[in-house]
């Protein structure tokens, strides 16, 4: 397995992977739909921000992205495993390698806006949440560096 950065031909692979991983906490085809825009990886989205993909044997298992604000933080904006590889520790290999890339860079912290059924995975990184609403699949949790 290798952790190495997305290319723009990888843009239709990560959103279908985004979809199905968002779909596997069950919101359904009309909910998934609905933010079809918002979990779609475009060309010009992968040209300005920083997207890392985990392939093994030329297969994408897993995605990451984040970008640096202006306010000396860092936006952890997309972090998806395939739901065949959810709880085999491929997200704690994401992570760690996220953190090993921003850390000792200056920034303040790391914002990630978050399903509610991924806030405990977070938590096991130091991420506190900040808002938690049982019912709303994003809650903003924080990382101080």
């Keep these: ?41 475009t ?7 920083h997207v890392l993909k985990l392939v093994d044997r030329n297969c994408i298992k897993a995605f990451y992205s984040y970008c640096i604000k202006k306010d000396n933080a860092i936006l952890l904006d997309f972090f998806f495993v395939n739901v065949n590889y959810i709880g ?20 303040a912290k790391i914002e990630v806006e978050s399903d509610v059924n991924a806030i405990t995975f977070y938590k096991q990184f130091g991420f506190e949440a900040l808002t938690v609403m049982d019912k709303e699949p994003q809650n903003l949790l924080e990382l101080k560096l």
């Design 88 to 107: 085999k520790g491929l997200g704690r290999l994401m992570m760690e390698n996220f953190l090993s890339r921003i850390e000792n860079k200056g920034y």
């Design 1 to 41: 397995m290798e952790i190495r950065k997305a290319s723009i031909s990888d843009t239709k692979v990560l959103t279908k992977l985004a979809l199905n991983s968002k779909n596997h906490w069950g919101y359904g085809g009309a909910k998934i739909e609905e933010w079809r825009n918002e979990l779609t990886i």
């Design 43 to 49: 060309e010009a989205y992968i040209e300005r921000n």
